[in-house]
Nanobody, 120 residues
Framework: EHMVESGGGFVQAGGSLRLSCTVS????????MAWFRQAPGKEREFAAT????????YYADSVKGRFTISRDNAKNTVYLQMNSLKPEDTAVYFC??????????????WGQGTQVTVSS
C-alpha cells in the first residue's frame, strides 16, 4: 500500500489548512480512513476517522467542531480540513487505512506524515 500525504505547513493561530492523503494499490472505498497526529515527546493520538461510504465519522474531542474529515473515492483521497487552528494542534499528521472504523491506532497502513506547525 502506498499512501502520500500533503498539505502540511506553517500557519498562524486561527488559520486553516487542508491535508490530503492519496492511496494507491488497493480498492480505496473498502477502507476506513483516519488521521492521527503526534506532537514532539507525545504519543500518537487519534484525530478523525471516516468509513468507506462517508456515512460515519468520529472525531477526537480536541478537534470536534474545528476539523472535518472527508473522502473522494473517485480520487482515492481522504482530506482533513482544519480550521481555527491552535498552537496545540502542532504535530506530525499521519493518515491511516484499515478495514475497521476505530479510534485506536489499529490500522494496517500508514502514510509518512506531514508536519503542521501553528504559531501563537
Amino acid at each position: 500500500e502506498h499512501m502520500v500525504e500533503s498539505g502540511g505547513g506553517f500557519v498562524q493561530a486561527g488559520g486553516s489548512l487542508r491535508l490530503s492523503c492519496t492511496v494507491s494499490g488497493r480498492p480505496f472505498n473498502f477502507y476506513a480512513m483516519a488521521w492521527f497526529r503526534q506532537a514532539p515527546g507525545k504519543e500518537r493520538e487519534f484525530a478523525a476517522t471516516i468509513n468507506g461510504d462517508s456515512s460515519t465519522t468520529y472525531y477526537a474531542d480536541s478537534v470536534k467542531g474545528r476539523f472535518t474529515i472527508s473522502r473522494d473515492n473517485a480520487k482515492n483521497t481522504v482530506y482533513l480540513q482544519m480550521n481555527s487552528l491552535k498552537p496545540e494542534d502542532t504535530a506530525v499528521y499521519f493518515c491511516a487505512a484499515g478495514p475497521y472504523l476505530v479510534v485506536t491506532p489499529d490500522y494496517n497502513y500508514w502514510g509518512q506524515g506531514t508536519q503542521v506547525t501553528v504559531s501563537s
